[in-house]
């Protein structure tokens, strides 16, 4: 019996060791993915300012195309209702105050704003994007939290017969052990919300095994 005892205690810090790593590597993968799903719409976003700064600019010169088309027909019939050489003068130099007024760039410079708009929409998009890709900041990599003198375990209370962890593994501080931080961390004593349930014991937090580990709390990032 005691033999079976130590097998299930054995099997069951095996399984929360392969928990634990197989849970790392899922957030990081997902925070991978996210952050490449964050370029990819940016780059589909700026793809789009680029295209539409191109639509707006043939506008452009397809309108100024025009008007200059138009103010070299009504220069044309201008001279042909003219009778004398100052006349003719006269239909030259409205041609030309006529064709400054279409090579203004009003609409060129409209354009360039637009999409100027359009990148800088995007860029802010990007970067909110990413940090909501970010890891919460009570979620600590295995390595740091132990390297710190940390304990990356779940968070357990309740008797031993009905005893309730956290899904995640967090990085313990405090206790009985005098666990501590990473850099840039504090110890957040209030942690009864990690647990899946509440239970009717006291807050009294312990390990797989039942041991108590005293007032602990988990390591939070700091601003």
């Not at 760039?105 to 994007?129: G, Q, V």
């Not at 375990?153 to 309730?164: A, E, K, M, Q, T």
């Amino acid at each position: 019996m005691k033999k079976n005892g130590i097998y299930i205690t054995i099997g069951l810090l095996v399984i929360v060791l392969l928990a634990s790593v197989v849970l790392a590597s899922s957030q990081k993968k997902q925070v991978s993915d996210c952050r490449v799903n964050c370029t990819s719409v940016s780059r589909n976003e700026t793809k789009i300012c680029n295209e539409d700064y191109k639509i707006c600019r043939t506008k452009c010169w397809e309108e100024k195309k025009a008007c200059l088309n138009e103010t070299q027909e009504r220069f044309h019939a201008c001279r042909e209702e003219c009778l004398g050489r100052w006349c003719s003068r006269d239909c030259a130099k409205k041609r030309i105050m006529e064709r400054k007024e279409c090579s203004k760039s009003e609409c060129l410079l409209d354009c360039r704003d637009n999409r100027s708009n359009c990148t800088e929409a995007s860029k802010a998009n990007f970067s909110s994007c990413k940090d909501q890709c970010e890891l919460s900041p009570f979620e600590i990599s295995q390595e740091d939290c132990e390297n710190a003198s940390g304990r990356f375990y779940r968070l357990c209370n309740g008797p031993y017969f009905d005893i309730v962890c956290s899904k995640g593994n967090y990085c313990i501080c405090d206790g009985k052990a005098n666990y501590t931080c990473p850099g840039n961390h504090t110890c957040n004593h209030d942690i009864e919300e990690f647990l899946p349930r509440k239970t009717q014991a006291p807050e009294v937090y312990k390990d797989l095994l039942g041991n108590d580990l005293g007032d602990i709390g988990i390591c939070e990032k700091t601003v």
